[in-house]
């Protein structure tokens, strides 16, 4: 008489089989890197908190919400994931925030973030998020290489850009669309690639 798999043995080989898929999807997302001509979003590190206080304002980091000391830490750490697979990052771009900024300067010392303001937090206006998406959008069309660029910003302009809402520390991988007619998406999701 034959006895059927216990429920455990069954749940440990789906849990083997998860594991074992996740393992070689981040594999993968490395190996893409490593040819290079691709975006990473990154949304800032942690900084404490909800939005800005009232009146911020951008040239004034002492008005605004910034990274607390783990955040600088957290971004350091990213810095450090990209350098130990030996992945070129040959430019780097974030919002005006101070968050973003120090985020990038933390993880990316080699190269100086460029502030742009297609980057920066919009809330409440629809079509300047549109406007500003579609700048972004024709920096990643143009984008070839060498190395790969790094596109530090915020949880909400990442969304709007991928439809992915990211967890913390999670880098975005994206390319410009193989297929994107008028009405497809512009960009493509190549791969997700959590960091902390």
Known sequence: MKRRPSVFAALVVLLFSFVASK??????AWARLATGG??????????PGVGDPPFFELDDCTTQRNLSDRG??????RGVRFAARAV???RVYASQWCRTLETAANAFREVEAEPIEALDLVEDDPDLLAQRNEEIIEIIKKFRGPG???MVTHPENVE???GIIPRQGEAIIVAPARDSGSEGP????AARLLLD
């Open 186 to 189: 512009a960009l493509d999701v």
């Open 148 to 150: 790969n660029q790094v």
């Open 23 to 28: 393992a070689g999807s981040t594999e993968a």
């Open 38 to 47: 691709y975006t990473i979003l990154l949304t800032h590190a942690l900084a």
């Open 160 to 162: 709007a850009l991928t």
């Open 88 to 90: 070129s990052i040959s």
């Open 72 to 77: 600088r830490q957290q971004a350091r750490r």
